[in-house]
């Protein structure tokens, strides 16, 4: 597998409006240490990015909209010859923000849409009008052409409305819609009684595949639940379908579940380089070391892309180069990144229990 750093994921703030229940980086209005990094550093670090990699670069937070340099440093990044894009959760967005959006030169959007109704969103989201907003961002987006996609996430309590925010997704013009499955890191450890069941997971997944099979102009893609690729294959199979990996490769350019260190990284405020949005720890810092340094050598990173090293049932099974597990979330829940994933039911063919731990 080719490791080129495809995505990155870029927290130029962690400071946010809303105050969600699942937040990775449990952001607030006002951040008591994890200071926004000054212009001149961001523009250091597109130019530290660019110099190896032309990767998909994702101005995120925190809420990016509150840095007033956040068109400035997308326009550098433009101009660097990296595809910029903005993760929002849409309830600052006006028609001058569109204006200066398309200005900047970026490709896409992101909005999150967590409920169907204002109740289910607003829950979610700790906020009143927080659905409000995102419907009227979709809405000026629209009106204004700038392609923008929804990312939704799920616990037990939303997970019956994921038909529903599919539809309404479908509806508000978005090009787009990714299905979180969350990842309890951040904010997001104080709901782990709220997880989806591994039963329920599943379930989902199934619902997944067959929503895309019949699904014929909008993309559609599970995030966060690698082992959907198995469920793809192991159903394609049953089909009589003839299913290769190359078939199965979505946005990022990925051909597995989970591409954490291996096509995909994020930078957070402090300048550390993690696997992904919810793995916690650092494989390096962008401040002290030269991005592709830590990017090529990191034993962090390494030990990722090395699938002999995983344990449990994900070490046994025959679609580990497909899906992989989730690393952030056999953490979170095992305390070791290479450990099985926690919430894939799947007992590969060749597993036994006694051979590894």
Known sequence: MDFELKWLAWEITRRCNLRCVHCRSSSELEIKGHLDFSTREGLRILDDIS?????????????????????DLAAYGRDKGLRMCLATNGTLVTPKICDRIKDAGIKMVSLSLDGSTAKIHDNFRNQPGAFEGTVNAAR???????????????TKRNQEDIPNVYRLAKEMGATAWYMFMIVPTGRGE???????????YEAILEWHYEMEKSEETFLVRPTCAPHYYRVRMQRAKQDGERVHQRTLKFSTGGSKGCLAGQLIALIDVDGNVLPCSYFPLAAGNIRK???????????????????????GRCGACEYIRVCGGCRARAYAVNGDYLAEEPFCNYVPRRYNPGSRS
């Not at 990699?53 to 990016?64: C, D, N, Q, W």
């Not at 592709?292 to 962090?300: D, R, V």
């Open 51 to 71: 110099s190896f990699a032309k990767p998909v670069v994702v101005l995120s937070g925190g809420e990016p909209l509150l840095r007033k340099d956040v068109f």
């Open 140 to 154: 000026l987006f629209r009106e204004r052409g700038i392609d923008f996609l929804i990312n939704s996430s799920f």
């Open 190 to 200: 104080d709901i782990m009684e709220e997880l989806i069941s591994p039963e329920d």
């Open 289 to 311: 070391t030269p991005m592709k340094e830590i990017w090529e050598n990191s034993p962090l990173f390494k030990e990722l892309r090395d699938f002999s090293g995983y344990k």
